[in-house]
């Protein structure tokens, strides 16, 4: 085995005491195999029953584990991102603590790595020993988040997932701290694909993704890719002023029409629809304002560059080119 670390795999701990240990040893034993150079990075997430301890005991035992505690719980995207910043691997991969995602895909995703892949993320085409609401949830959940972004954020993958080296560099360089790490990997781009994997049921224990967290995180992935849900006030906006000119427009033929001119019950109601659109029309015009202020906020580089091309090494690769052929 390589002493050097060519694979970091990342495991996120929030209260694991019952499958730590199953956990350590299907990915030591999926690691071994590759019979290269790894670390795994616990990464104990404020956990508060004995998840630390018998992490720290592994740690003992093994010298390829690290571990990093939280001094509370921070959150699942905030753990991935303190292991993706102590990582030192060629390649980055991400697992959950369960076993949901099973640790054997990793050979695969390690495949389509030295196939030039830079980042293979684990797609699931089913669900087993998942409750109904949770799998319809995020089912929506992510056809809502397609639809709302320009960013091409893969449907059915949670963070199961490797990273080349260039792209973990890249998504540690991004200062923002509300994270949907799933959405920036995609947002980062270079070469993607994705392996196909069952999501199993938990190996043990209860999710420690209560719906509040669940809800946390569909917000922070709606609200970093997407300022569409307070520009569609707008439209809402123009819609009902719309239906309000029409409407008064209408009361009003009505009124020549018969002589009468009276105020109307109608006519006030067309009236208050204008005034309502126009207002929903001010708010969507400020979440214009308002969605580019947190694009700003967010301080994303506007591009990432992935190799540069210069007149002079045009020249080499041309000279070495030619090198060869002669
Ligand atoms: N996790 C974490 N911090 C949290 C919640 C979860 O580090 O606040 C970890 C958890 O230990 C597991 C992974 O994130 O390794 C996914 O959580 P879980 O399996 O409970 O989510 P689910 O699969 O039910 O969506
Ligand atoms: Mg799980």
Redesign the pocket.
Known sequence: MENREVYSII??????EVVIEESYRRIKAVMESTKEGYEIIF?N?GSRDKTRYIAENLCLEDKTIKLINFSR?F??QA?ITAGMNEALGDAVVVI???L?DPPEVILEMIKKWKQGYDVVYGKRTKREGEKFL?KFTAKVFYRILKNMTSVDIPVDTGDFRLIDRKVCDALNSLPEKNRYVRGLVSWVGYKQTFVEFTRQG?FAGE???PFK?MIKLALDGITSFSYKPITMIGSFGGFIFFIGIISTLGVLIKNISSKTAVLSLGLIMAVNFIMFGLIFISIGIMGEYIGRISDEAKERPMYIIESKISYENKMNLYNTEKNEVS
């Open positions: 495991v996120p701990l929030y209260n694991e990464v997430d719980n959150g699942h753990a959950d603590a369960d949901q949770k938990r999710t420690k993704y967290k």
